[in-house]
């Protein structure tokens, strides 16, 4: 089980119920990012991608849940957290405002989405990013 994805500790228990229930050969790999510090992780099980965090740069001011449903058109979302937060069993995002003199009108917004055969489970995805956002805030990302 992966204890990071995209270099953010991630809780490994609510990670493992979003992943197949039988699976042998766990990989975990991701993109370097780009100029706009976009980045790729995919979580494959016996060389298939069931899970896939992304994260990228957005305007300030976004919610995570106008994000959810706008930019990644996810219906009935729930949100939480002050609204930097928000999931389905199936997805979450999340937006963390940078703090970087002459980055805070951005904000890190990220993607996390589970694929066939990974499994669909809203507490574990609520778990999941708000852990993630909450390690993810601890780096100052931007």
């Known amino acids: 089980m992966p204890a990071e994805l995209c270099g953010v500790a991630v809780p490994q228990a609510s990670l493992s119920k979003l992943l197949p229930a039988s699976g042998g050969k766990l990989s975990a790999k991701a993109s370097a990012p780009g100029d706009d510090l976009g980045i790729v ?12 965090v ?7 001011g976004r919610s995570a849940w106008n ?13 939480g957290a002050g609204d930097m937060i928000a999931y389905v069993g199936r997805a979450g995002v999340s937006v963390v405002p940078c703090v970087r003199k002459g980055a ?6 990220t993607y996390i ?11 574990a995805m609520k778990a999941l990013i708000s852990g993630y956002t909450a390690a993810l805030g601890k780096q100052h990302p931007c």
């Open 41 to 52: 992780c995919e979580v494959g099980v016996d060389g298939q991608q069931v899970l896939s």
């Open 113 to 123: 989405r589970t694929l066939k055969p990974g499994r669909e489970d809203e507490s």
């Open 67 to 79: 994000i959810a449903s706008y930019d990644h058109r996810i219906g009935q979302v729930k949100s």
């Open 54 to 60: 992304e994260r990228e740069r957005v305007d300030s």
């Open 104 to 109: 805070r009108d951005k904000s890190m917004s």
